[in-house]
């Protein structure tokens, strides 16, 4: 039968917390607490009555984590709705970074920092193979940070959505490439990103870096190859749509939980990025939790950034560049309509009645002083 993340946070957390207590951070146990109040008394919520049935019916309400996965749909489609308002008409390019395996270790022991200089220095050589093509134009772009794989493996790696248009500030045109089909060359662009985030973990995090294995700063050695993909998206309505899952979604849908087998192990569904073939992934209670850990950010991480004239600090260039194109410059996103409150019973009309107030831990009474 179906399942879902809370219930199995509830039957087996406990046992995991003793078990892995020493790489738990209050991170995990914040994420944790949240999901399993979602949508519960503990977090207070609305009475409604039907009109109809007159059945009273109680609306509680969403955590809000983004490692939940009953909650962020509605905000995905509006940050769906708004990153498409601000589409260029012009040729789009998903760009990968994708972090070498001997580096994903210090991911883990180390999240903000490494993740926000994932994000950084993958920006920074983005930038500067743009500019370099193009004498000094100006790109814009946003990144996104992803760090699960299709079995909810530990691999971090970031999205950016390039549209092919520069702005040269100093000359006040656009640049477009000569063929649509094609941005810049991977090459220039992976050495680019490895000398940064090489230069990056030695000036800013030294302590990082001389803690990293041999294997790891082997990863830096020139003759080291990383992994960077750059993919033709058309208009970039379908990339946008693509990044939106991992904006304000978790690493594991409900959907994808099938249950648990005779032997108390969970199955979940998962599709092969080589064959495209579906699948189903056995993991243990402890796995699954461990796994589903590993993508949960620090708190207040901003996994979603913009940079050059896509960035909240150069709209009115955005706004330029969008009259050379012939675009509205102040475009207004089409925000999905909130469905109405009905009877799930008969279908009638819900009137609300009062809130209901989320239930507070029990305290301690405050200790007497001399």
């Known amino acids: ?37 979602c949508r519960t008394p503990a977090l207070g919520g609305r009475l409604y009555r039907c009109d109809g049935c007159a059945k009273p ?10 490692s939940c996965p009953q909650c962020g749909a509605r905000e995905q489609q509006e940050w769906t709705a708004r990153q498409e308002a601000k589409l260029l008409p012009a040729a789009y390019f998903m760009v990968t970074f994708t972090l070498p395996a001997e580096l994903r270790q210090a991911c883990l022991a180390h999240p903000k920092e490494l993740y926000d200089t994932i994000l950084r220095q993958s920006a920074n050589a983005l930038r500067d193979i743009i500019a370099t093509k193009t004498q000094g134009a100006t790109s ?39 063929d649509e089909d094609f941005l810049i060359h991977y090459r220039p662009l992976a050495e680019r990103f490895r000398n940064l985030m090489r230069l990056a973990l030695q000036n800013e995090h030294p302590g990082i870096y001389q803690s990293l294995p041999s294997a790891a700063q082997a990863a830096f050695h020139p003759a080291k190859t990383w992994n960077v993909q750059l993919q033709h998206v058309g208009r970039g309505h379908t990339a946008v749509r693509y990044l939106a899952r991992y904006v304000k979604r978790s690493a594991i849908g409900s959907k994808r939980l099938i249950g648990y087998d005779k032997h108390r192990n969970i199955r979940l569904h998962w599709t092969s990025s080589e064959t495209g073939k579906p699948g189903i992934l056995t993991l243990t209670p ?35 560049i969008r009259l050379h194109l012939g675009a509205d410059p102040k475009p207004e996103p089409i925000l999905p309509e909130p469905k109405p409150h009905t009877c ?4 009638g009309t819900l009137t609300f009645l009062r809130e209901i107030a989320p239930i507070r831990p029990l305290r301690a009474p405050p200790r007497k002083t001399a």
């Open 1 to 37: 039968m179906p399942l879902s993340l809370s219930e199995i946070l509830a039957e087996h957390w406990a046992s995991y917390a003793q078990a892995h207590r020493t790489h738990l951070c209050a991170a995990h146990y914040r994420a944790v607490r949240r999901v399993l109040a």
């Open 57 to 66: 019916h109680f609306a509680y309400h969403s955590c809000n984590h983004r």
């Open 140 to 178: 814009g772009f946003t990144s996104v940070l992803h760090t699960w794989g299709r079995q909810l493996q530990h691999h971090p790696h970031v999205h950016c959505i390039v549209p092919a248009t520069a702005w040269h500030p100093e000359r006040k045109h656009l640049i477009h490439p000569k």
């Open 286 to 320: 402890h796995e699954f939790i461990r796994r589903w850990l590993i993508h949960v950010l620090p708190k207040g991480f901003a996994r979603v950034r913009h940079y050059g004239y896509m960035s909240a600090a150069a709209t009115r260039t955005l706004q330029t």
């Open 344 to 347: 799930p019973c008969c279908g």
